[in-house]
């Protein structure tokens, strides 16, 4: 093959195309109930997001930005389930390849505060008071700092 870089990215959309149209299969539809059924259980699709994750993983970084909304996804699944320590690697990975998700941010500055990282928390609420337009979510970050002494890493 001429090309072995540009053979590898289609092979990684081909593969993540794959595992986005599997996501109706487990999908059944009771003609008594006239209702959808569904047989995974709820951890069916934390397990399908995290195959996900794991082709966006080894894909380049311009092709990873396109879907990047796979690692928000995951956090949010883990967030919801109350797996706080689980939620924080794809959203570190997410807000690598799209930092300007202030929203997600600010949610991953109270986990390190949480996990008393609160240097890497303060930075965070910098990158959002620094760079957010959004007036609620500099509001939520200063407040934020505030209640935990983070005052000093905004820079203003």
Do not use: W
């Amino acid at each position: 093959m001429k090309n072995p870089i540009f053979f590898i990215i289609m092979l990684s959309i081909v593969s993540f195309c794959g595992c986005i149209a599997s996501d109706s299969i487990d999908n059944k539809f009771d003609v008594e109930t006239g209702q959808i059924k569904t047989n995974s259980p709820p951890e069916g699709k934390i397990r399908k997001l995290k195959d996900r994750a794991y082709v966006v993983d080894r894909m380049f970084a311009i092709s990873a930005r396109m879907h990047v909304d796979v690692y928000f996804q995951l956090a949010d699944v883990y967030l919801k389930k109350g797996r706080k320590d689980e939620a924080k690697d794809p959203l570190k990975k997410a807000l690598l390849l799209k930092p300007s998700e202030f929203s997600y941010q600010l949610i991953m500055a109270e986990l390190e505060i949480g996990d008393r990282e609160y240097e890497s928390a303060g930075n965070r609420l910098d990158i959002i008071y620094n760079n957010c337009t959004d007036e609620m979510i500099i509001m939520q970050a200063l407040d934020l700092s505030q209640q935990f002494n983070l005052v000093e890493h905004l820079k203003k």
